[in-house]
T-cell receptor, first 113, second 113 residues
Framework: GDSVTQMEGPVTLSEEAFLTINCTYT??????LFWYVQYPGEGLQLLLK?????DKGSNKGFEATYRKETTSFHLEKGSVQVSDSAVYFC????????????FGQGTRLTINP | DAGVIQSPRHEVTEMGQEVTLRCKPI?????LFWYRQTMMRGLELLIY????????DSGMPEDRFSAKMPNASFSTLKIQPSEPRDSAVYFC???????????FGPGTRLTVT
């Protein structure tokens, strides 16, 4: 079945560092891809999405490009802030029925001032 | 506009007791999802509803778990009897139509002692 694999955390960076969180997927066909963020004590929020190959999703300085050839959707940010500390989830939507989301295991990010 | 509302936010109960978690989706959304989040297993989809009808409950762990959606503005997830391994954060999410974005509630942290 469909699956998502993220780089293991936790990831700890200093403020203004460059961030990359790797995400690869296995799916039949060409699913839509997402990054969700979970701040402490809150539910998940959609951060960005891409619905077809070579699309780039972006939001709040974060970017991710849908790479069909490498089945990847890596999350990047050029200069992180302390407020970016959270857990980040990569996900894909299956293409059948109600298009359920399949999540990766999550990557905990901590930014130190 | 109010987001997804879940209650209670925290629940502590003893093994063998019945637990009922509640969710109010965003008005106008017609798909509702129940997830469970644990450190060991990550984020798991338990069941989802479309137009108040359960579509896929393959993620429900066992018969002790049941979910209902009597109308478009309310859903419950019940565990009877509860066990310590049910301890987790339970999230409810809703979505409008077949768009991909799911909106998550803040979650209910369940502890079974």
């Amino acid at each position: 079945g469909d699956s998502v694999t993220q780089m293991e955390g936790p990831v700890t960076l200093s403020e203004e560092a460059f961030l990359t969180i790797n995400c690869t997927y296995t799916a039949t066909g060409y699913p839509s891809l997402f990054w969700y963020v979970q701040y402490p004590g809150e539910g998940l929020q959609l951060l960005l999405k891409a619905t077809k190959a070579d699309d780039k999703g972006s939001n709040k300085g974060f970017e991710a490009t849908y790479r069909k050839e490498t089945t990847s959707f890596h999350l990047e940010k050029g200069s992180v802030q302390v407020s970016d500390s959270a857990v980040y989830f990569c996900a894909l939507s299956d293409l059948q029925g109600a298009q359920k989301l399949v999540f990766g295991q999550g990557t905990r990010l901590t930014i130190n001032p | 506009d109010a987001g997804v509302i879940q209650s209670p936010r925290h629940e502590v109960t003893e093994m063998g007791q019945e637990v009922t978690l509640r969710c109010k989706p965003i008005s106008g959304h017609n798909s509702l999802f129940w997830y469970r989040q644990t450190m060991m297993r990550g984020l798991e989809l338990l069941i989802y509803f479309n137009n108040n009808v359960p579509i896929d409950d393959s993620g429900m762990p066992e018969d002790r778990f049941s979910a209902k959606m009597p109308n478009a503005s309310f859903s419950t997830l019940k565990i009877q009897p509860s066990e310590p391994r049910d301890s987790a954060v339970y999230f409810c999410a809703s979505r409008r139509g077949r768009t991909y974005e799911q909106y998550f509630g803040p979650g209910t942290r369940l502890t079974v002692t």
